[in-house]
């Protein structure tokens, strides 16, 4: 089992900026994806960026003005983002699963942390 505790979001101003952590801790072994995602009410839950140990990728809405980054030591995720729209309230999750050491790919859900970015 892997537990995923997300935080630092909040209410800032269209324009503005948020960075998102995540801690992973449990039973984690090398090589895995973490990630986040984001729900918006009457959506579906969708990419925002995903990090492997060789590869990063980004959500098409997302444009260049996030930045997704990892500490394998501290097995953390950050999230920095920047030049938010003013899309109203968002609920990122963060999210992992192993790489090798698990064939059924078991993903693993923060409980989810709130955003809001007003006009």
């Given at each position: 089992q892997v537990q995923l505790?997300?935080?630092?979001?909040?209410l800032v101003h269209a324009g503005g900026s948020l960075r998102l952590s995540?801690?992973?801790?449990?039973?984690?072994?090398?090589?895995?994806?973490m990630?986040?995602?984001?729900?918006?009410?009457?959506n579906e839950r969708e990419l925002v960026a995903?990090?492997?140990?060789?590869?990063?990728?980004?959500?098409?809405?997302?444009?260049?003005?996030?930045t997704i980054s990892r500490d394998n030591a501290k097995n953390a995720?950050?999230?920095?983002m920047n030049s938010l729209?003013?899309?109203g309230t968002s609920v990122y999750y963060c999210n992992?699963?192993?790489?090798?050491?698990?064939p059924l790919r078991t993903d693993y859900w923060g409980?989810?942390?709130?955003d809001t970015v007003s006009s």
């Open positions: 505790v997300e935080s630092g979001g909040g995540c801690a992973a801790s449990g039973r984690i072994f090398s090589y895995y994806t990630g986040w995602y984001r729900q918006t009410p009457g995903t990090i492997s140990e060789t590869n990063t990728r980004y959500g098409d809405f997302v444009k260049g003005r996030f995720l950050y999230l920095h729209k003013a899309e992992f699963h192993h790489d090798v050491s698990d409980q989810g942390i709130q």
